[in-house]
């Protein structure tokens, strides 16, 4: 049985290891230079941005699956400043052999519900061409193009915005 619950700070290098593991299918056509500079932030942010939630899908008591909540926020991806007003879903990462299996329903719901208890508009997240299979799970769940939080990981390669509006009665435009 899948249960989520909030990560300990003992549990981060798993998460960051989990992370790095699921997302290491695109290092190749990320090239090596973007790869390893996107590793050491993802790496960093897990382990020490003490503004997210991280939570983690667990089975067994092993950690089968995790991602990051972040609040709203501005800053530099690059020389691209980008102010983002929802919250945001990050990393979502699934092992791969529980692919399939309603572990990322699972989480993706859970941060659409702490989106709508603090009374967003919508939540985000980022995602890229490569990364077909989540970008195409994304658009079924009502996710939308974003433009507005784009930003470039490298020169050939756009990291794309998301918004999903919430059902939750806020007073906010979340177009």
């Keep these: 049985m899948i249960t989520l619950r909030q990560a300990t700070l003992e549990e981060r290098p798993a998460i960051a290891d989990l992370t790095l593991d699921a997302y290491a299918e695109y290092a190749d056509e990320m090239g090596e230079e973007s790869w390893l500079r996107y590793a050491q932030s993802t790496r960093e942010l897990i382990l020490t941005d003490p503004s997210l939630l991280r939570m983690v899908a667990v089975e067994d008591d092993d950690i089968v699956g995790s991602v990051v909540y972040c609040p709203p926020y501005e800053k530099d991806f690059g020389a691209q400043r980008i102010k983002n007003p929802y919250p ?88």
Excluded: W
């Design 88 to 175: 945001e879903m990050r990393l979502l990462s699934i092992v791969p052999r529980h692919r399939n299996k309603g572990i990322a329903d699972k989480l993706i719901n859970a941060c659409e519900q702490k989106a709508a208890q603090e009374n967003s508009a919508a939540i985000t997240l980022h995602t890229t061409r490569l990364m077909a299979v989540a970008k195409a799970m994304y658009e079924r769940r009502g996710y939308q193009r974003f433009t507005e939080i784009d930003f470039h990981l490298a020169p050939d390669v756009v990291v794309l915005g998301y918004v999903k509006k919430l059902d939750n009665g806020a007073n906010h435009d979340a177009s």
